[in-house]
C-alpha cells in the first residue's frame, strides 16, 4: 500500500527556510517564512505570553480534556477581538481550531458539507495553501485578479469584474488584513464596494484574518471585517493567534460562523464540532488558554498590546527606510509602493529568475513570487537589500 505513494508537491515556502539553513554565508538574509523577528534576528516569546504561561503553570489544576469546540471563553474573547460587537453574539457560532491552517481547512470542510457546488474564488495570488487544500478537498478554485504587477497595488476593477462572474451560493474568500503575500490592500470605500457585489449576487463571504495588529492597529486592521460581518447575511471568518500573539507553534485559531439568524446558530455549531470530532476530536487548548487570559485580564492586555504596537512600527520604519534607500539608489520613486503596502509582506513584482540571482549573489532569500518579509530586516540589512534589488536590475 504505502509503495503506491506519489511525491507530492512541496511547500515552497518551507523548502526555501530548508535551503536558507544549509547556505554557509554570513552575509545571508531570510525573507521568506511569515515569521516576526526583531532588529537581532530572534522570534521573541511576547512579554504578556510569557506571563500568562508562568501563571497558567501555577493554577493550572488540570489537563483534562476541554470540549469539541475548545473553551467558550477562548470563543467569546476572540470573537470580541475580531468583531467587537459588529454581530449579534447569537448569530456567531465558532470552534476553536488549530492554527489559523486549521480554520481555513475546517471552513473549506463546511462549505463542501453544506453546498458541495460552490466554487471558492480566491485573490491572484493568495496565500499558497488555501489553493492546495482548496484541491485537497475537492473543490473548485477560481483566481479573481488581485495584485497589478506594475503599480504593484490593487486591480480593483479587474477584482470587481471577476467577482461578477461568480454565481449566488460561490464563497469569496478575502484576506482581512495584510494580504499574504502582495502586501496591498483595499481601502474601506473599496471594501463597501465588494460587500455590495456579495449582496448583490447572493455570495458567501468568507474572511481569513492571519494578522490582526500587525498593518494599521489592532481595530483598523479589523474594520474591514467587522464591515463584511455587519452587512453579509451569512459568512465565516478564520482567524489565527500565530502572529499577533507570536504563539506560532503552539497552533492557535479560530473558525466563526455567522448565520443569518440565531435559529441557526445552533445546526452550524453542531456541524463545525463534528468537523473537529472528524479530524481531531479536541482542538489544542495551550495556546487558546493563553490568548484567553491575555485578552480577559486588562494590565496583560495592555501590555500585549503595547508590544504588538511597538512591532508594527518597526515594520513600518523598516518600510519607509527601504523605500527611501531604493529611491536614493535608483534615482526614482518606483519602488514607493513598499512604503504604502501594510503587514509582514510586500510582494515587489519582479521574476523567479531575479530573485533566483539575488540569492546567488547576495544571499537574498525572498520567495519565488518575489515576496519578501519585512521583518527578516533590520537597519543594517535594509541597504544591503536596495543595493541587491538594484543591482539585480528589478
Ligand atoms: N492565513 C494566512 C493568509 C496566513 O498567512 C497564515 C500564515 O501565517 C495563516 C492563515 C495561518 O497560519 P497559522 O496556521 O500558523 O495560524
Ligand atoms: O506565508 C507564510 O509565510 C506564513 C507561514 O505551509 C506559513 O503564513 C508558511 C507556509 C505554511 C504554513 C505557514
Request: aromatic share 6%.
Amino acid at each position: 500500500m504505502l509503495g503506491n505513494l506519489k511525491a507530492q508537491p512541496a511547500d515552497k515556502i518551507l523548502a526555501l527556510m530548508a535551503k536558507f539553513k544549509e547556505d554557509p554565508r554570513d552575509q545571508k538574509i531570510d525573507l521568506g517564512v511569515g515569521v516576526y523577528k526583531n532588529a537581532e534576528g530572534v522570534t521573541p516569546v511576547m512579554r504578556a505570553v510569557k506571563e500568562a504561561e508562568r501563571r497558567l503553570l501555577e493554577e493550572q489544576t488540570s489537563k483534562s480534556y476541554v470540549a469539541l469546540a475548545g473553551d467558550p471563553a477562548f470563543a467569546d474573547a476572540m470573537i470580541d477581538l475580531v468583531l467587537d460587537g459588529a454581530v449579534a453574539r447569537d448569530r456567531i457560532a465558532a470552534i476553536a481550531t488549530p492554527g489559523g491552517t486549521g480554520a481555513v481547512r475546517q471552513a473549506f470542510e463546511l462549505v463542501k458539507l453544506a453546498n458541495p457546488e460552490a466554487r471558492v474564488f480566491v485573490s491572484n495570488p493568495t496565500w499558497p495553501n488555501h489553493v492546495s487544500i482548496l484541491k485537497y478537498v475537492g473543490i473548485e478554485t477560481v483566481a479573481y485578479r488581485y495584485f497589478d504587477t506594475e503599480t504593484r497595488a490593487v486591480d480593483f476593477d479587474g477584482m470587481l469584474e471577476d467577482l461578477a462572474q461568480a454565481n449566488a451560493g460561490d464563497v469569496v474568500l478575502l484576506h482581512g488584513c495584510c494580504h499574504n503575500p502582495t502586501g496591498a490592500n483595499l481601502n474601506l470605500t473599496q471594501w463597501q464596494a465588494v460587500v455590495d457585489v456579495i449582496n448583490e449576487k447572493g455570495l458567501i463571504a468568507m474572511i481569513d484574518i492571519a494578522y490582526q495588529g500587525f498593518g494599521d492597529g489592532l481595530e483598523e486592521d479589523a474594520a474591514a471585517t467587522r464591515l463584511v460581518a455587519s452587512s453579509v447575511k451569512e459568512g465565516l471568518i478564520a482567524a489565527s493567534c500565530s502572529k499577533n500573539f507570536g504563539v506560532y507553534r503552539e497552533r492557535t485559531g479560530i473558525l466563526m460562523g455567522i448565520s443569518e439568524s440565531a435559529d441557526q446558530t445552533g445546526i452550524v455549531q453542531q456541524n463545525l464540532n463534528f468537523l473537529n470530532r472528524q479530524n481531531y476530536s479536541f482542538p489544542p487548548d495551550h495556546g487558546a488558554r493563553v490568548v484567553t487570559m491575555i485578552l480577559t485580564d486588562p494590565e496583560l492586555r495592555a501590555d500585549w498590546a503595547a508590544e504588538l504596537e511597538d512591532i508594527r512600527i518597526s515594520m513600518l520604519g523598516l518600510r519607509q527606510q527601504l523605500a527611501d534607500e531604493l529611491q536614493k539608489l535608483s534615482g526614482s520613486d518606483r519602488f514607493g509602493f513598499i512604503a504604502e503596502h501594510r503587514g509582514m509582506f510586500s510582494q515587489i513584482g519582479t521574476t523567479p529568475e531575479l530573485v533566483e540571482k539575488m540569492r546567488v549573489d547576495a544571499g537574498i532569500y525572498m520567495v519565488g513570487d518575489s515576496r519578501m518579509n519585512i521583518a527578516g530586516l533590520n537597519e543594517k540589512t535594509v541597504p544591503i537589500l536596495a543595493k541587491a534589488i538594484v543591482d539585480a536590475g528589478v
